[in-house]
């Protein structure tokens, strides 16, 4: 009994520290910094990466094109050796959806040895944009709400380098319902957005569907090339940036939501743990802390309680019941922003369960000499994050 007392003081220990100090990771008030209106009018390059997106362009492309911009402004969709049509499509939509904004279509080919097809994506959008002031690298399946670009060059004009925003994820499938609002609250325990938000800190962290950068603090830290191998391209540019000197900021979306769809659980399970190894920088040594860590912290407080009430031992039973109702608690804020129910927390263990056998699968493929994989696109196993 004594066991459980103990194992029930330590991990409520351990929820106590993360609710306190572990940057309010669970809190979901990071909104983007508006300040109105800039009083300059910035030039923009919007670089839309995308490969085999022809279902979803005709959702989110017309209202990327309809943006009101501060400045002088141009669309880059880099089609990335589609074979779906997404090229021949978006040079369609842009003359059928009353576009107020220039696009322009182009292929980098195939990429050089040690890029991704993502990175040399972007490199090559980048090089067509030439001298601008901001560039906006922004995945093909976000859909922008009006006035939704306008604000994020508002918010960088506001003394920002980088500005990126977690786009709202569908949580229109039972599936999506049960692990999207894991997915970005887990995101969140890895990088909390107050300390990726403070310059004092060395965390940094970007959401890849939406990155505004400044073009100067951008060559600065290097290019896109100084990220070109990157599987995890975002939390790379994020900490590349900041490196540099760079301010950066990371909240949540009001106006970027994301049309990708995920209804079965194989394809949820795909998306996770493509990266989930590459994200622990392929390290054995991580794989087992971060198992561990997720059984202790998720599962732990399950399994005290069921152990008290098993043994009719109130102190351990109090103290497991109180952990759960902590973590739970840390869980109803991301809820409540994706319009699910707080109830819901208190199925965050289960949730935990699948995320810590998806990181192991991830890691089994790595082993298995499988690596990451997009679309028909594989990368060696040896990528980082770097």
Sequence with gaps: MLGWTVAGGTVLAVWLWLLVLHGGFWRTDQRLPVRGTPASRPSLAIVVPARREAGVLPRTL??????????????????????????????????????????????????????????????????????VDYVLFTDADIVHAPGSVRDLVAAAEGGYDLVSQMARLRTDSRWERLLVPAFVYFFALLFPFRRVNDPAARTAAAAGGCVLVRHGALARAGGVEAVRGAVIDDVALARAVKRAGGRIWLGLAEKVRSVRSYPRLGDLWHMISRTAYTQLRYSPALLGATVVGLVVVFLGPVVVTSAGLALGALLPSLLGAGCWLIMAGTFVPMLRYHGRPGVAAFLLPATAVLYTLMTLDSARRHRCGRGASWKGRSYPASRTVE
């Design 62 to 131: 017309p209202a990327l094109l309809r943006q009101e911009c501060p400045g002088p402004t141009r669309v880059i969709l880099v089609d990335d050796a589609s074979d779906d049509g997404t090229g021949a499509l978006a040079e369609s939509l842009a003359s059928t959806s009353g576009a107020v904004l220039p696009l322009t279509v182009t292929s980098p080919g195939a990429p050089p040895e040690g890029w991704t097809g993502k990175t040399w994506a972007m490199a090559h959008g980048l090089a067509r944009a030439a001298e």
